[in-house]
């Protein structure tokens, strides 16, 4: 079952009432049947989401928030829409989040006698923002780190000497906060610049979305084929703000 979108942002200015909706496409020959629930969630500094149980972060929605409904039914290859909705007659100075999951009913198939059960379980992340919150961020730390080491391929032993290992490669971390008031979803780039401030090359920084107040370590490969010799390498970031934000730090390549 297709699942669209994956997140909505619903902003309560102007109505006592915001409402928005997500749809469940059943493209297979038989009818689906789900249940709908909430949890809460965070996201750790590396980017994973964290799930947790509903109403303990402090940071959901909470009663503001329904939906409906909480049991569907979807016949072969039609679609249902399901419904959210927000009472913004409560006091909302701050941007809550939460996340529907939509989860099938299990199947059942047989392997050889035995019984086997799958799950499939998609989640739609919800934002819910007042109006007149701040967007803003900064990068707040910058350093050179050996990258994750790849991993070796199978070998068979010979008598021959074990070649020495490769240098390990480096990455960029990037430290940002995002110190605004409404989640984000930034990019960005990384220049190395030679001591003379000329461009030697430049790095693309994937988009990535940071929650607010919180942190994001972002990794990026420092290029293989960059030149020997001393750099400065500027991070910038780009969150939809007025302004880019940057860092840097000192590099020497060998």
């Not at 959901?60 to 409904?69: K, R, Y």
């Not at 391929?153 to 110190?179: D, E, G, L, M």
């Not at 780039?189 to 001591?195: A, D, N, S, W």
Request: aromatic share 6%.
């Amino acid at each position: 079952m297709l699942v669209d979108p994956l997140e909505v942002t619903m902003l309560t200015a102007g109505a006592s009432r915001a409402s928005a909706s997500f749809s469940l496409q059943n493209t297979s020959d038989r009818p689906v049947q789900a249940s709908i629930t909430r949890q809460d969630w965070d996201r750790q500094e590396n980017g994973d989401n964290r799930f947790l149980a509903a109403g303990s972060s402090g940071k959901s929605c909470g009663a503001m928030l329904s939906v409906s409904p909480l049991s569907i039914r979807v016949e072969p290859h039609s679609s249902r829409v399901v419904r959210l909705a927000v009472q913004t007659d409560a006091a909302l100075s701050r941007e809550c989040w939460d996340i529907v999951f939509v989860e099938e009913v299990p199947q059942r198939a047989a392997t050889k006698g035995n019984s086997l059960q799958y799950i499939f379980r998609t989640g739609v992340k919800v934002y819910v923002a007042p109006p007149g919150l701040t967007r803003d961020g900064a990068v707040e730390d910058m350093a050179v780190v050996d990258a994750p080491p790849a991993k070796a391929a199978a070998t068979t032993k010979t008598a021959s000497a074990v070649a020495a290992p490769a240098p390990a490669k480096k990455q960029i971390a990037i430290r940002f906060h995002n110190t605004g008031g409404m989640h984000l979803l930034a990019k960005g780039r990384l220049e190395f610049r030679r001591l003379d401030n000329t461009l030697a090359t430049q790095v693309p920084i994937a988009e990535f979305p940071t929650l607010p107040g919180a942190a994001r370590k972002v990794l990026v490969d420092v290029p293989s084929d960059l030149a020997a010799g001393d750099y400065v390498v500027l991070a910038l970031i780009d969150f939809g703000g007025a302004e880019l934000v940057a860092g840097q730090i000192d590099y020497q390549a060998k």
